[in-house]
């Protein structure tokens, strides 16, 4: 994929899914951002132009929601809640009908066979499996305030490095 688009030149921004169907590692897009040597958002939510040609991009994490600029050219791969699909019109499904679209191989890509596919794959799924819950888990409840100490606490009875 990253061959594919350096063959297509001046790309500003490649767009890709949250993750594959297939391994389900959500690898894709970071990976061929690196090798396009280009900067990468994840689990990116809604984009926005900015004023100075960056785009402005709020992601959602386990933690919460972070915004972001990035430059471009960047990649970024998207939730469902980027947006809705539009219908196109009947115009531009018939230009649609008619578009040539180029299909490229290994060979026109400058790739040998052995580098791309399963074979090429930097990684691969060997097993799925859930995690084991964990019972150590420690709850800390109260004020922000109330919680940092209670934290403070449990690190330096553990006897955490540097705390």
């Known amino acids: 994929l990253a061959a594919a688009v ?15 169907v297939d391994g389900d590692t959500a690898q894709v897009g970071p990976e061929m951002a690196t090798l396009l040597d280009i900067p990468y958002a994840t689990l990116v939510r809604s984009i926005e132009w900015t004023s100075g040609g960056d785009l ?5 994490t386990d933690e919460g929601i972070e915004i972001w600029r990035l430059p471009l050219p960047s990649l970024i791969t998207v939730l469902k809640e980027v947006g809705e699909p539009r219908m196109p019109s009947l115009r531009h499904k ?3 009908k008619k578009a040539q679209i ?25 097993r799925v499996f859930s995690p084991p819950r964990r019972s150590d888990r420690v709850f800390i409840e109260g004020s922000v305030e109330e919680q940092a100490e209670a934290l403070y606490r449990y690190l330096k009875e553990a006897k955490v490095p540097g705390i």
């Open 6 to 20: 350096s063959k297509l030149a001046d790309v500003d921004l490649v767009i890709c899914g949250k993750q594959a």
């Open 56 to 60: 402005k991009v709020t992601r959602q």
């Open 102 to 126: 180029p299909v490229w191989g290994a060979a026109d890509l400058g790739l040998s066979p052995d580098s791309v596919g399963l074979c090429g794959s930097y990684t691969q799924v060997v």
């Open 94 to 96: 018939m230009r649609a």
